[in-house]
């Protein structure tokens, strides 16, 4: 009997050990993410150039692994004379403010409205489901273009924008959870001992929801840098003199034949952020939903 219990445990120790193991390419993901967040938050520290600094005497310089690159200007400069590495990094940090401010405020929203109909039922709930069906019809695209080409653009307007994204898809998942999680015996625990409703749902119910909306949280995050940096790209994003990686490829389209690298690197960087993210995202999701196990 001993020696069951024994290998018994050893089973167990293995199987966790297995599950603690990361796959190389989450080690991956996590190491470009964390590269990201560095140069992000340390840029402004060891740049040598302001992003908007203009030199024409240098525009168009190569990188410095091609010929005629300088090591003053690592990835070369653009056709205004621009430092590509500094703008780079400055659209680094605007991207990824824009995505991360407008992922919370969607995940908040969404939340919120999903929870306010859970409780409230009736003609919320039903007016609620009728917001989100209308959200989920249109093109998310469609309706950023008319509302950016509408209004006069600002970085507050875009990322109140970008928080509107994928709202519908939070408001869903925590009215389907909440609604589960009310008949259960904690919660009608709570509301018998008199807990009001923001106990009940912000220290009960939402805690036991929080692992799908942070998995929704992982999945969004690169969705909404894409819609960003393709509003920037065509012109109704972060607009000039702000730089931003959609407008970066936007303005080096115009010399992919001559200097390849002003559209390149950025959209290389776009790529490998969400495939990152995308990666993490979906390891996430198999490690927090107990129905993959």
């Known amino acids: 009997m001993s020696d069951a219990k024994e ?3 050893h089973d167990a120790v293995n199987e966790e050990g297995r599950s603690l193991r990361l796959p190389l390419l989450i080690w991956l993901s996590i190491g470009w993410l964390t590269l990201l967040v560095l140069v992000a938050l340390s840029g402004d520290l060891w740049l040598p150039y302001d992003y ?3 030199d024409l005497r240098a525009r168009l310089q190569p990188p410095v692994w091609l010929a005629d690159g300088h090591w003053g ?7 205004l004379g621009r430092d590509v590495l500094s703008r780079l990094v400055t659209s680094v940090q605007v991207s990824l403010l824009v995505a991360l401010v407008g992922t919370l405020i969607s995940a908040l929203l969404g939340t919120s409205i999903g ?3 859970t409780h409230f039922r009736g003609w919320v709930d039903d007016l609620v489901m009728i917001a989100i069906d209308y959200q989920a019809s249109i093109p998310f695209m469609i309706l950023a273009l008319a509302v950016v080409a509408f209004f006069s653009n600002s970085l507050l307007l875009f ?3 970008m928080g509107l994204y994928g709202w519908e898809r939070y408001a869903r998942i925590a009215r389907g959870l909440a609604l589960s999680s009310v008949q259960h015996g904690y919660a009608v625990a709570v509301r018998t001992l008199g807990a009001s409703p923001w ?6 119910i939402l805690p036991n929801i929080a692992n799908a909306l942070i998995v929704n949280m992982t999945l969004n995050f690169p969705q909404t840098i894409m819609l960003e940096t393709s509003l920037s790209f065509l012109g109704l994003g972060i607009q000039p003199p702000m730089s931003s990686l959609g407008n970066m490829v936007g303005g080096g389209r115009d010399y992919l034949m001559t200097a390849w690298w ?3 690197l950025p959209a290389l960087v776009i790529f490998f952020t969400t495939l990152a993210f995308a990666l993490l995202g979906d390891w996430v999701r198999d490690r927090l939903d107990p129905t993959s196990r």
């Open 262 to 264: 002003l559209a390149t």
């Open 159 to 161: 990322i109140l924008l």
């Open 115 to 117: 929870l306010l109909a």
């Open 52 to 54: 908007q600094h203009i």
């Open 199 to 204: 106990r009940v749902y912000g220290r009960h």
């Open 73 to 79: 200007h690592f990835f070369g400069t653009d056709h």
């Open 7 to 9: 290998s018994g445990r």
